[in-house]
Antibody, heavy 119, light 107 residues
């Protein structure tokens, strides 16, 4: 399973870092993703980091503002968010990639953590 | 970026009905297509990958077909617990992209 933490209320222009701890699988051998869902909206993929952090991809909507990184010694992946906008308000999901790779889907989802960007 | 378009956006059907959801990619994606089910207030659940590979524990009434740009999720006999929103997602290239979702309601 995966478990997110670090959400909450943040002011526009501010920063927040989300954490996600994985357990029950070989965390260091799997790519990890972040996906978000704005209130009443669909799913938006945000970022992926490979097992050794040597391959990282971002959605255009967050590139340059969000940074994904991981610490395999702590079985944890992070999403550092800066220059936050009201439109970043969403439930953020930490999601494990299917063991055969990104083309095979996202098989384990966290329960989600809420980030509200508001003054 | 590969755009994913789902139809219909919502469907209302009775228990026992056959329900079909379509998903179209803006360019060919081979069979790198996954389906998810999301119930209100819950995280999405992984149903199908490789367009037709149903995940373990998913009821056999769920099936997927398609290749290239056109894909279909079928619920052969709708059950009460199948309500929720269904999303397709392409795994062909980054950024990964989802369809807009299809809300399934039980009449």
């Amino acid at each position: 399973q995966v478990l997110e933490s670090g959400g909450g209320l943040v002011q526009p222009g501010g920063s927040q870092t989300l954490s996600c701890v994985g357990s029950g699988f070989n965390f260091g051998g799997i790519s990890m993703n972040w996906v978000r869902q704005a209130p009443g909206k669909g799913l938006e993929w945000l970022a992926v980091i490979s097992r050794y952090s040597n391959s990282i991809h971002y959605a255009d909507s967050v590139r340059g503002r969000f940074t994904i990184f991981r610490d395999n010694s702590r079985n944890t992946v992070y999403l550092q968010m800066s220059s936050l906008r009201t439109e970043d308000t969403a439930i953020y999901y930490c999601v494990k990639e299917e063991p055969n790779g990104y083309r095979y889907g996202l098989d384990v989802w966290g329960q989600g953590i809420t980030v509200i960007v508001s003054s | 970026d590969v755009q994913m378009t789902q139809s219909p956006s919502s469907v209302s059907a009775s228990v026992g009905d056959r329900v079909t959801i379509s998903c179209r990619a803006s360019q060919p994606i081979n069979n790198w297509l996954a389906w998810y089910q999301q119930k209100p207030g819950k995280a999405p659940k992984f149903l199908i990958n490789g367009a037709s590979n149903v995940q373990g524990g998913v009821p056999s009434r769920f099936s997927g077909t398609g290749y290239g740009t056109d894909f279909t999720l079928t619920i052969s006999s709708l059950q009460a617990e199948d309500f929720g929103t269904y999303y397709c997602q392409q795994g062909y290239s980054f950024p990964l992209t989802f369809g807009g979702g299809t809300k399934v309601e039980i009449k």
